[in-house]
Protein backbone atom coordinates (compact mmCIF):
# COMPACT_ATOMS: atom_id res chain seq x y z
CA UNK A 1 0.00 0.00 0.00
CA UNK A 2 0.94 3.22 -0.85
CA UNK A 3 -0.18 6.97 0.44
CA UNK A 4 -1.66 9.22 -1.78
CA UNK A 5 -3.36 12.36 -0.82
CA UNK A 6 -6.99 13.45 -2.19
CA UNK A 7 -7.77 16.76 -2.93
CA UNK A 8 -11.35 17.46 -2.46
CA UNK A 9 -13.11 20.56 -3.66
CA UNK A 10 -16.13 21.66 -3.03
CA UNK A 11 -18.43 24.48 -4.24
CA UNK A 12 -21.90 25.84 -3.75
CA UNK A 13 -23.97 28.19 -5.44
CA UNK A 14 -27.77 29.53 -4.58
CA UNK A 15 -30.28 27.89 -6.90
CA UNK A 16 -28.30 24.42 -7.84
CA UNK A 17 -29.50 21.28 -6.94
CA UNK A 18 -26.52 20.18 -5.51
CA UNK A 19 -23.46 21.05 -4.67
CA UNK A 20 -20.44 20.40 -7.07
CA UNK A 21 -16.96 18.96 -6.75
CA UNK A 22 -13.61 17.82 -8.08
CA UNK A 23 -10.48 15.81 -7.02
CA UNK A 24 -6.96 15.15 -7.80
CA UNK A 25 -4.59 13.23 -6.08
CA UNK A 26 -0.74 13.67 -5.43
CA UNK A 27 1.90 11.88 -4.19
CA UNK A 28 2.93 13.63 -1.31
CA UNK A 29 1.24 16.12 1.62
CA UNK A 30 3.13 19.03 0.58
CA UNK A 31 2.00 18.41 -3.25
CA UNK A 32 -1.53 18.32 -2.05
CA UNK A 33 -0.98 21.41 0.26
CA UNK A 34 0.51 23.48 -2.40
CA UNK A 35 -2.47 22.66 -5.15
CA UNK A 36 -5.00 23.66 -1.97
CA UNK A 37 -3.41 26.88 -1.61
CA UNK A 38 -3.42 27.86 -5.35
CA UNK A 39 -7.16 26.98 -5.59
CA UNK A 40 -8.04 29.47 -2.28
CA UNK A 41 -5.92 32.03 -3.80
CA UNK A 42 -7.86 31.67 -7.07
CA UNK A 43 -11.42 32.20 -5.06
CA UNK A 44 -9.37 34.75 -3.49
CA UNK A 45 -8.76 36.65 -6.38
CA UNK A 46 -12.37 36.70 -7.36
CA UNK A 47 -14.94 39.33 -7.44
CA UNK A 48 -16.51 39.81 -4.38
CA UNK A 49 -19.61 39.31 -6.27
CA UNK A 50 -18.30 36.15 -7.16
CA UNK A 51 -17.66 35.10 -3.34
CA UNK A 52 -21.32 36.21 -2.30
CA UNK A 53 -22.97 33.67 -5.10
CA UNK A 54 -19.75 31.10 -4.55
CA UNK A 55 -19.15 29.20 -1.54
CA UNK A 56 -15.72 27.32 -1.67
CA UNK A 57 -13.88 24.64 0.52
CA UNK A 58 -10.63 22.62 -0.24
CA UNK A 59 -9.20 20.21 1.78
CA UNK A 60 -6.55 17.28 1.62
CA UNK A 61 -7.21 13.55 2.74
CA UNK A 62 -4.57 11.10 3.38
CA UNK A 63 -5.46 7.87 1.74
CA UNK A 64 -3.84 4.23 1.84
CA UNK A 65 -4.03 3.16 -2.17
CA UNK A 66 -2.85 0.43 -3.69
CA UNK A 67 0.24 1.56 -6.30
CA UNK A 68 -1.07 3.68 -9.20
CA UNK A 69 0.20 2.86 -12.67
CA UNK A 70 2.20 6.62 -13.87
CA UNK A 71 2.21 7.95 -10.28
CA UNK A 72 5.24 8.96 -9.16
CA UNK A 73 6.38 8.36 -5.99
CA UNK A 74 7.37 10.25 -3.62
CA UNK A 75 11.47 10.37 -2.84
CA UNK A 76 12.52 8.65 -0.35
CA UNK A 77 9.45 5.85 -0.59
Known amino acids: MIKIWLLLMIMSSPGQPSVKYTASIYSTEYQCE ?10 EAKPQSYKDTM ?9 DSFP ?6 PVGA
Open 34 to 43: QAQIGFQEAY
Open 68 to 73: IVGMQS
Open 55 to 63: KVKAMCIPF
